[in-house]
Structure formats: C-alpha cells, structure tokens
C-alpha cells in the first residue's frame, strides 16, 4: 500500500527532510487500542489540508503525521497544500468539508489567532472543529541577515530606533505567528519596523537568506541548521526559556525585551461532527508516533517538543490559547495588514 503525499518544496533543507523522514516509521508510543472502526473506515483514500506551502514546518510535521497514520489505519493519506491568508484559507475549506473522518487540517498557532484578527474570518476554532492532538511546540528565533550590523537585540531596538520604519522583517503571512510575534516585539520595545508577508515559513526564510528582508521571528525546524552555518545570526529565542539546542542564545526577555513569550504549536483537527471513535483512534497513532524515542529524539534535535496529547486535551490547550491571544492582541493593539 503506498501512502502519497505531494513533494514538498526546494527551499526546505535536504538534511531536514531526511531527518524527519527517518522518524516515519517510529510506532509503540501509545497503549491505545487499534481495533477496527465504524462503518470500515479508512475505505479510501484520506486528505489533509495543509493550509501553507510546501517546505514550511506545518507541511513538514503534517507529511510525518501523514505517513504514520496512513501506515497505521493501511491506507492513503494525501496531503493538500492550500496556502493564503495566513493558513485562513485552507483552514475554511476544512471546516466547510464532510465531517466523516476522511479530510483533515495540519494547523499551526495562526489557527488561534485568527478570529482575534478577523472576527469574519470565515470560521470558528472551537465550533468547527474536532481537535485530534497537538503534534508539537517550537520555540522560535529572533534572526537577522550577516549583513545587518547588529549582534544583540539591544543593538537592533538601537538600530530600529535610529531608522524607524525602515528595517523589514519577513513573516509567513499576514496574521501569522510570526507577524505577530514582530508586532509584539516592536510594541514592547517601542520601535517602527516594516512586515513583510510571504507564502508560508519556508519563502520567508528564502528571502531573508537571500537578503530581500532584514531580520526574522523565524521557525527553529527551518532556521536552526542556517544559523550553524553561519548564514544567519541568531539574536533571542522566543519563548519563556533557552533552547537546549542553542544554549548560548537569550530569550527575548533575557536580552531585554520584558514579558515577551511566543512558543508556536502545531495540532491536527478534523471537521466538528467528526464521529468520536475516528477522532479519538487518529489522535492515538498521532500520539504513537510522536511518543516513540525515535521520533522524539528526531524532533528534539530539530528544534521542536513532541506533544501527542488526547483530543480532550487539546480542546483545552486551545481554548487557552484563544483567550491567551485575544488578550496580547488587545493590549498590543496588534492589526492584520
């Protein structure tokens, strides 16, 4: 049985892809049962919305979610890429879908945003939705170009302050985790920067190595091996505490920046009114595999914490995480462009 999913994009790391693609076959992590389900399901092919382009992390944990469950349930899980609008738009096409098991939706930590954004935005996370698992957390990095003159955060809220709306920072879509991370800092230390929005994680990162953009709130699962090379400068990390993977970089608040936090979370979703025996099995071989040692070690050594937790849970998570943002966009004053 052959499990397709779509070839992902150039500007992903060949390193990347092989890392993650030899934690495909990781299982055991989970005592859940794998009985059979209602109605004999999977009797064909499954789809997954992936509401960014290839290459980024969202299409990177879904391909590796993918795979796994269309190992374990034995049939196709193809991945469909449909970018734009920050993830809203491939994220309505999911919630408008047939709530039967056989599409669901990779999103990242836009999903919760979103409706913070864009009280139209189109859907509702908690009423649309049937939370699977959270697959996995990344704290994120605050990098600059070589080029840009700077080597501590201080230097580039100096720098900013200097030129106001002059340095550019790349994001992977309006509304996104890391627009919003860049507004937040620009907030809290009183600078003027100028976003600019790209398709997705993976163009951003493109255009900054390529020094179409200043600086970055970039993804760890893309960036880290970038900044080993020395083809960016890590300045902060974005979360509550230091990266075991770059033990000599600050968090935001350490270098300066007071009460700045940003994790960025990854989570499977099918459509509300998913049957609870689909919904409760898938969230059990995505917890398999990202529980096994394999894959955790994988991960880990990528930047990202698997989680794998219950579908109960995650609706909790998320709710959380909806009232968390609703309160930094208000006080932030944060506005889609």
Partial sequence: MKHAVAPPSAALPIALLCAIAGGLHATGASAQPRGPLPGGYPAKPIRMIVPYVPGGPTDILGRSVAQAIGEA???????????????????I???????????????????AVAPSLDPKVG??????????????????????H???????VKELIGLARARPGQLTYASGGNGGAQHLAGELF??????????IPYKGSAPGVSALLGGEVMLGFTDTLITLPLVKAGKLRALAVTGPVRSPLVPDVPTMAEAGVANYAVNVWFGLLAP????????????????RHVGSAEMRDRLTA????????????FSAFLKAEIARWAAVVRTARIRAD
Avoid: C, W
């Avoid at 049939?75 to 993830?87: C, F, K, L, W």
């Avoid at 908690?126 to 600059?144: E, G, Q």
């Avoid at 620009?186 to 976003?195: E, F, Q, R, Y």
């Avoid at 698997?306 to 579908?311: D, F, I, K, L, R």
């Fill in 93 to 111: 096409a999911a919630a408008r879908s047939a709530p039967d098991g056989y599409t669901l939706n990779m999103v990242a930590i836009s999903f």
């Fill in 123 to 144: 859907f509702d996370p908690l009423r649309d939705f049937a939370p699977i698992s959270l697959v996995a957390t990344v704290n994120n990095m605050l990098v600059v």
């Fill in 272 to 287: 509300a009114g998913t049957p609870a025996e689909i919904v409760s099995r898938l969230g059990a071989e995505v917890g």
């Fill in 302 to 313: 990528l930047g990202a914490e698997p989680v794998g937790n219950t579908p109960e849970q």
């Fill in 146 to 152: 070589p080029s840009l003159p700077v080597k501590t």
């Fill in 73 to 91: 349930l034995g049939q196709t899980v193809v991945i469909d890429n449909r970018p734009g609008a920050a993830g809203n738009v491939g994220t």
């Fill in 186 to 195: 620009a907030s809290l230390a009183g600078v003027k920067m100028l976003h």
